[in-house]
C-alpha cells in the first residue's frame, strides 16, 4: 500500500491567495484527520472525518478555512484567502476505525508571502 | 486549549543509557493512548499504544507506562540507539466519544554516540 498521499508537498503563496491542499487516505481507511504543526502549537487537529462526514471542526482556525471529502478516497483543505501565519505544515491522516493508529501523508509545508 | 502536553521540548541521552519521555493530559475520557515518531520531512509513524485498562505496555527497547490516576504517561526507551534522535509526539484519544486524536507539542529527542 502506498500509504497516505498528499499533495503538493511544497506551496508557496502569496497572501490573499486561494490554497488548496489534497489527501488520498489509505484504502479502506474510515476515518480522515488534518492536522498543522507549528513551531508553537505543536500539531494542532483541525477536523476530522468519519466515514466521509465531519464530526469535529472545532479546531478549523477560522471561516478561511474549509475542508471537504466528497468520497473515501479524497478530501481537500482549503485555504482563501491565505494569510503569512497560515504559513505551516499541513498532515493529513487516515485510519482504520477508533482502535487503530493513525497513518500520517509526509505532509505539505505551505509558505504564505 | 492543550488537553496533551509534553512539557519538555529537548532530551538529550547517550547512546546506550535510557530515554525518558514524558507526557499528561487533562481529558478524563482519554481511554487509548500513543506515541508517535517524527524525522525531518517526513510524517509522524506510530510506536507503540497503550489502553486505559493496562498500567504497561512493551514492544522490544520501547516501554510505555500509564498512570491513570496522574494523568501521566511516559515512554521508555533503553538502551538508547543514534537512530532514536527524531521529535516524539505523544497522543491520545476518546475511542467511546468523537475519537478525536489530540497530539501533544513533541520533545525532540538527540542520541549522541
Known amino acids: 500500500d502506498a500509504g497516505v498521499i498528499q499533495s503538493p508537498r511544497h506551496e508557496v503563496t502569496e497572501m490573499g491567495q486561494e490554497v488548496t491542499l489534497r489527501c488520498k487516505p489509505i484504502s479502506g481507511h474510515n476515518s480522515l484527520f488534518w492536522y498543522r504543526q507549528t513551531m508553537m502549537r505543536g500539531l494542532e487537529l483541525l477536523i476530522y472525518f468519519n466515514n466521509n462526514v465531519p464530526i469535529d471542526d472545532s479546531g478549523m482556525p477560522e471561516d478561511r478555512f474549509s475542508a471537504k471529502m466528497p468520497n473515501a478516497s479524497f478530501s481537500t483543505l482549503k485555504i482563501q484567502p491565505s494569510e503569512p501565519r497560515d504559513s505551516a505544515v499541513y498532515f493529513c491522516a487516515s485510519s482504520l476505525d477508533r482502535y487503530s493508529p493513525l497513518h500520517f501523508g509526509n505532509g505539505t509545508r505551505l509558505t504564505v508571502t | 486549549d492543550q488537553q496533551v502536553k509534553q512539557n519538555s521540548p529537548s532530551l538529550s541521552v547517550q547512546e546506550g543509557r535510557i530515554s525518558i519521555l514524558n507526557c499528561d493530559y487533562t481529558n478524563s475520557m482519554f481511554d487509548y493512548f500513543l506515541w508517535y515518531k517524527k524525522y525531518p520531512a517526513e510524517g509522524p509513524t506510530f510506536l507503540i499504544s497503550?489502553?486505559?485498562?493496562?498500567d504497561k505496555n512493551e514492544d522490544g527497547r520501547f516501554t510505555v507506562f500509564l498512570n491513570k490516576s496522574a494523568k501521566h504517561l511516559s515512554l521508555h526507551i533503553v538502551p538508547s540507539q543514534p537512530g532514536d534522535s527524531a521529535v516524539y509526539f505523544c497522543?491520545?484519544?476518546?475511542?467511546?466519544?468523537?475519537?478525536?486524536?489530540?497530539f501533544g507539542a513533541g520533545t525532540r529527542l538527540t542520541v549522541k554516540p
Open positions: 497522543a491520545a484519544s476518546a475511542r467511546n466519544n468523537n475519537n478525536d486524536m489530540r
Open positions: 497503550i489502553s486505559s485498562i493496562k
